[in-house]
């Protein structure tokens, strides 16, 4: 029960370990405390420990059934729920998700459907719960916030019918990002990603792919745009890849390589938006994608001032994603590996955090 010792999965400052807890957890408010079935894994759960974001039970996604309600939960005993947490420095033990017992925050959590008629031609499960809340709020910030771009089937206003680039169509973020802008009507959508994820990535939506690592990638993405005979002014960087590291060459960047891709006749024009999961210091066009937003966010460039118009933009995205859950709408990622115990746990989030993962979203099976 949440008031016994048990093992949790901790993230101290120099990485995840195995650490026995008793603190018990009694929620307050508008928490739900939760027995969770599945948590899913992120390489935040490890990188965050980078930038400071610690010293708390590790992981973000997760999906459970609720034993006990603070007075103002939206939910009852035996819902079953799925959500995330944020994150923030000093996050209270009960806030992550890799451990048997966890509290719901009040905000980002949804309840799967009872009924199969409610829950999408394939049914929401827990499991697959469990890989949705950061990969989609993430890339819905890219596409509808950060990027203006409308959803009319979700009820979300923005511009209608855009050519898109999603660079790094076969990370979790992106292959959300992928299907979302299907469903909204959006198109070409170019993809970079691995020659073996082509075909998937086609399945799923992506109207060409390329591959990243051609040396030529951004002409043959240039070529494409102008065969096409439709501008492309929107690209969404679901990697980042190589725009941290001090040192590395920013043109060979992903955001540089994304941006060049579609501004071969537009240079610095008005129409162009760029937005990148990371942050992209050296081309400030590029906005900055965020799982969670909030006025009082621990990362200054999460706050929102109307955080009330982007938390209705995302429960529209979610409630879409719950009622449309299955193939040829909203499937997440198409490869979910389920791994079970604390040390299978432990590596798959080292895997995940040092990108070796493809095309695929792990999620822990509890008890751990
Ligand atoms: N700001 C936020 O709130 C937020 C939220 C979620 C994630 N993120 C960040 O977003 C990034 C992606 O997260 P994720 O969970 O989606 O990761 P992931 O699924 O583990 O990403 C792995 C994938 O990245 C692709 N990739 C790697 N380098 C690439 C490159 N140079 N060009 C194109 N694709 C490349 C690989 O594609 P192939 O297998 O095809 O090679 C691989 O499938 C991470 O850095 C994460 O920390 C940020």
Aim: charge should be negative.
């Amino acid at each position: 029960m949440a008031s016994s010792t048990r093992t949790v999965i901790y993230l101290s400052p120099d990485g995840p370990v195995l650490r026995d807890i008793s603190e018990s957890y009694r929620p307050t408010g508008a928490q739900s405390l939760l027995r969770v079935d599945y948590s899913g894994i992120n390489p935040a759960d490890i990188k965050h420990a980078a930038i400071g974001l610690h010293s708390s039970v590790a992981g973000y996604d997760m999906s459970g059934e609720v034993l006990e309600t603070g007075p103002d939960s939206p939910f009852q005993p035996g819902d079953r729920i799925f959500g995330l947490n944020p994150t923030g420095p000093g996050r209270p033990l009960h806030m992550g998700a890799h451990q048997d017992f966890a509290m719901a925050s009040d905000r980002f959590w949804y309840k799967l459907p009872a009924s199969p008629a409610a829950a999408g031609p394939r049914r929401l499960g827990p499991r697959e719960a469990a890989t949705l809340p950061v990969m989609t709020l993430t890339a819905a910030d890219g596409l509808f916030h950060l990027l203006g771009l409308g959803f009319p089937r979700a009820g979300i206003a923005g511009s209608a019918s855009q050519g898109l680039l999603i660079w790094g169509g076969a990370s979790t973020v992106g292959v959300a990002a992928l299907q979302l802008a299907k469903a909204a009507g959006h198109g070409p959508i170019f993809v970079t990603a691995s020659a073996k994820n082509h075909a998937a990535l086609a399945a799923l939506g992506a109207d060409r792919c390329f591959d990243y690592r051609s040396d030529d990638v951004v002409e043959q993405i240039r070529k494409a745009i102008r065969d096409g005979g439709k501008p492309v002014r929107h690209a969404l960087d679901t990697v980042g890849a190589a725009s941290l590291a001090a040192g590395d060459e920013f043109e060979k960047s992903s955001p540089a390589l994304a941006a060049a891709s579609i501004q071969e006749d537009q240079q610095d024009g008005p129409g162009v938006k760029l937005a990148c999961v990371l942050p992209v210091r050296e081309d400030p066009r590029f906005k900055l994608c965020f799982a969670t937003r909030d006025p009082d966010s621990p990362l200054p460039m999460a706050r929102m001032a109307d955080a009330e118009a982007w938390y209705g933009m995302q429960a529209k995205v979610m409630s879409w994603v719950v009622g449309n859950f299955g193939e040829g709408q909203y499937v997440g990622c198409p490869n979910v590996t389920v791994v079970k115990g604390a040390a299978e746990c432990l590596e798959a989030m080292r895997r995940s955090a040092e990108g070796r993962s493809s095309l695929e979203k792990i999620v822990c099976e509890h008890p751990l």
